[in-house]
């Protein structure tokens, strides 16, 4: 009986070390991971003092964060905003005002679907790109080069792009959020009984002029972590073809978690003062 017992004694006293040394290793990996992110934050901030390196990039990663998203955001924003107030309208129950229709459209798409899609779709194109410009100057050792030419590549690559995510995300969320409101508008007047009348008037109906810069806080939020998440994956890309497409796949990911992560906890933290 004694000689059947000891096996599996063994074997637990074997598996209790390992399993304590690979918790051990996880928790070490994430305050590692947490401390290289920081220490990068940290290298931002130090490149922000030189402006002559960053200032004539800027404009040009805008215009490629901003100008020529539009298209993308502008046709998944009016889609949005016509199917939420098409949908809307047939929800209703008999005695319902019609008005109900701008007002529930006005409220999803500004305090949700407006800063989420456009900060969701900004991950999957500009991050995507972001993250791959950089990586490949890093397998290619530009970054070295650019080190050897005495410039900083925190405040010649990444500082240009946080400042353009930082800038042009609020502004196509505010665009977004117009067009959705405004083919929301057609499509229920086009297609369903609801007039005209009707849907302005939900639109004013318990309007607060903070349900806006919830919104641009939100963007504020999502374009800034777009830019931090995928130029710091860029940036530590490991060598070869491989290493640019892994981290490209990682970039996109971990920006889309948090930015969900952050708009729940945004929610969470400032939906009380949207009440009317």
Do not use: K, N
């Given at each position: 009986m004694s000689a059947a017992v000891r096996p599996s004694d063994g074997a637990l006293t074997g598996i209790i070390p390992r399993f304590f040394a690979r918790v051990a290793r996880i928790t070490?990996?994430?305050?590692?991971?947490?401390?290289?992110?920081?220490?990068?934050?940290?290298?931002?901030?130090?490149?922000?003092?030189?402006?002559?390196?960053?200032?004539?990039?800027?404009?040009?990663?805008?215009?490629?964060?901003?100008?020529?998203?539009?298209?993308?955001?502008g046709i998944v924003a009016a889609f949005i905003g016509a199917v939420t107030?098409?949908?809307?309208?047939?929800?209703?129950?008999?005695?319902?005002?019609?008005?109900?229709?701008?007002?529930?459209?006005?409220?999803?798409?500004?305090?949700?679907?407006?800063?989420?899609?456009?900060a969701l779709v900004l991950a999957g194109r500009v991050g995507a790109r972001m993250t791959a410009e950089i990586g490949t100057m890093r397998v290619t050792e530009q970054i070295?080069?650019?080190?050897?030419?005495?410039?900083?590549?925190?405040?010649?690559?990444?500082?240009?792009?946080?400042?353009?995510?930082?800038?042009?995300?609020?502004l196509l969320t505010i665009l977004a959020i117009g067009i959705g409101i405004s083919c929301g508008a057609i499509t229920v007047v086009s297609a369903t009984r609801v007039r005209l009348a009707d849907y302005n008037a939900g639109l004013h109906l318990t309007f607060i002029p903070f349900q806006i810069y919830y919104a641009l806080i939100k963007a504020t939020?999502?374009?800034?972590?777009?830019?931090?998440?995928?130029?710091y994956q860029g940036y530590i890309t490991e060598t070869g073809a491989e290493g640019v497409g892994r981290s490209t796949a990682r970039a996109v990911v971990i920006s889309s978690v948090v930015i969900l992560l952050l708009d729940a906890l945004t929610a969470l933290y400032l939906a009380p003062k949207l009440a009317p």
């Open positions: 070490i990996g994430i305050f590692r991971e947490i401390g290289q992110r920081v220490h990068f934050a940290g290298e931002i901030g130090r490149a922000f003092g030189e402006p002559r390196t960053w200032a004539p990039l800027t404009v040009r990663q805008m215009r490629a964060i901003g100008v020529d998203s539009l298209p993308l955001v107030a098409y949908q809307t309208t047939y929800q209703l129950f008999p005695g319902v005002q019609l008005s109900v229709v701008g007002w529930i459209t006005r409220q999803s798409i500004v305090l949700e679907l407006g800063p989420l899609l456009t070295d080069a650019l080190e050897t030419l005495a410039y900083d590549p925190v405040a010649y690559l990444v500082v240009p792009r946080m400042l353009a995510g930082l800038t042009m995300v609020p939020l999502f374009g800034t972590s777009i830019a931090f998440i995928c130029s």
